[in-house]
């Protein structure tokens, strides 16, 4: 699920409605929630980031960027709920599962986590993040892919302020700057599953850093709940 707090709508993703599609659901009144007729259902849908823009052309609209496993990435006008319609599709190089992603606060940019082609694609040895622009909705485009020195699988992430925080599973939590938003560099890390760095499904597996503490809290399948602070 996805809550896009400016539009007031929920997301649902990969259910049993709409052929795992996007499924939005009104939550003007909370304790009623009432679901959409129309949905989109063009493919299944892994995971979701909807955003409603504030500038350019397309400000005021309300854009889901779908991440859809071997198709991708879809970016959808979601704005009519009655009618979403599909933007553009994106099947970046080496895409093998579009998992999930998050954007830069420009929404501008867009940084992916595809979660098997570091354990299912030949041409990825080592946990990669691509970054896509994004600025034309119509036409995303890769810009590079930033591979880390380690052979573990990225999952989810998520943007506070200038850095990108992920949950690598067996790398555990690794923080990159995006002060250059084309450009992502690894800065720090906490390994919260110090046996390997395999590219199996164990260790860290969500991350959240929107916190007005600062501090990072990381879930990891085998060890549980991590807090967690960057050092100053």
């Excluded at 996805?2 to 929920?10: C, K």
């Excluded at 970016?75 to 093998?96: G, Q």
């Amino acid at each position: 699920m996805f809550v896009n707090e400016q539009s007031g709508y929920l997301y649902l993703l990969g259910s049993n409605l709409s052929r795992g599609g996007l499924v939005a659901v009104d939550l003007a009144d909370p304790l009623n929630p009432v679901i959409e007729p129309i949905n989109w259902n063009v493919t299944y849908v892994h995971d979701v980031q909807v955003v409603t823009l504030k500038k350019g052309k397309n400000a005021g609209r309300e854009i889901a960027f779908a991440f859809t496993g071997p198709m991708g990435l879809h970016i959808i006008d979601v704005t009519d709920k009655a009618n979403p319609k599909t933007i553009s599709n994106l099947r970046y190089k080496n895409a093998t599962y579009g998992h999930s992603g998050a954007l830069a606060p420009s929404y501008k940019f867009l940084y992916i986590n595809d979660e098997l082609d570091e354990r299912s694609n030949a041409a990825v040895k080592q946990l990669t993040t691509y970054v896509v622009k994004v600025k034309n909705l119509a036409k995303p485009r890769l810009l590079r892919a930033v591979v880390q020195d380690t052979e573990a699988i990225d999952h989810n992430s998520m943007v506070a302020g200038t850095n990108l925080y992920m949950s690598a599973y067996t790398a555990g939590l690794r923080v990159m700057s995006i002060k250059n938003r084309k450009r992502p560099r690894v800065t720090g890390f906490f390994d919260t599953y110090p046996a390997d760095d395999s590219a199996t499904f164990t260790g860290a597996w969500g991350v959240f850093a929107g916190f007005p503490s600062g501090n990072v809290i990381v879930s990891d399948v085998e060890r549980g709940l991590f807090v967690l602070r960057a050092k100053s």
